[in-house]
């Protein structure tokens, strides 16, 4: 299994408050990204990470940031939390940045907004 | 935007039988990559096999196979002798070879019984 860890693994926060969710690597893979799971909509691409200090945005950006100062973690933020980010959110890693390399999925974080 | 359809929220299948899960895709890329995922009761997102676009031969892993029709843009999961292990969410993927999007299907949900 690919070494990726996510913390913390459950959440629950209230409406209004920030909330910083950690993927760590252990594998030195160059590309990470951070992906929502919600019913009837499988996993969608939040934000992506193509190098330290270098990220993209993805399906659907809006509500979210993140930062990676460091190859092995991956942060993602949620400035002030709503109940529509009520989610499954799940980090991956991969060694290269197309179809051709892999994705390996991390465990999950589940976030409960009130 | 590339979209991935899997029709069939729900499916079953006797133990030692075969199961066939549907998955269309609309896109106008000419080489890609397509994925089934397996998502068990942990939540983690398990890689069941790959195919490549410009290979005509379907992929095989084990008791797993595909039947990809490009021109159709199809690409149905086939899994042969169901176990009881095989009871999960498959969720059906498509990744550009030139981008860093991934897109996935809502996906099925396969009841394995006994």
């Known amino acids: 299994d690919a070494g990726i860890t996510q913390s913390p693994r459950h959440k629950v926060t209230e409406t209004g408050t920030p909330v910083t969710l950690r993927c760590h690597q252990t594998?030195?893979?160059?590309?990470m990204y951070w992906y929502r799971q919600d019913p009837g909509h499988g996993l969608r691409l939040i934000h992506y990470?193509?190098?330290?200090?270098?990220?993209d945005k993805g399906e659907v950006s809006d509500g979210y940031s993140v930062s990676r100062s460091k190859t092995e973690d991956f942060l993602l933020t949620l400035e002030s939390a709503t109940s529509s980010q009520t989610s499954v959110y799940f980090c991956?890693?991969?060694?290269?940045?197309?179809?051709?390399?892999?994705?390996?999925f991390g465990p999950g974080t589940r976030l409960t907004v009130l | 935007a590339q979209t991935v359809t899997q029709s069939q929220p729900e499916m079953s299948v006797q133990e030692a039988e075969t199961v066939t899960l549907s998955c269309t895709y609309d896109?106008?890329?000419?080489?890609?990559?397509l994925f089934w995922y397996k998502q068990p009761p942990s939540r983690q997102m398990i890689l069941v096999i790959r195919?490549?676009?410009?290979?005509?031969q379907n992929a095989t892993e084990n008791r797993f196979s595909v039947n990809f029709q490009k021109a159709a843009k199809s690409f149905s999961l086939k899994i042969s002798d169901s176990q009881l292990g095989d009871a999960a969410m498959y969720f059906c993927?498509?990744?550009?070879?030139?981008?860093?999007?991934?897109?996935f299907g809502a996906g099925t949900r396969l009841t394995v019984k006994p």
């Open positions: 990470s193509y190098g330290v200090k270098d990220t």
């Open positions: 195919q490549e676009a410009y290979k005509q």
């Open positions: 594998e030195n893979h160059r590309y």
């Open positions: 896109t106008s890329e000419s080489d890609y990559y």
């Open positions: 993927a498509y990744r550009s070879t030139n981008y860093n999007d991934m897109r």
């Open positions: 991956a890693i991969s060694e290269g940045g197309t179809g051709r390399s892999k994705q390996f």
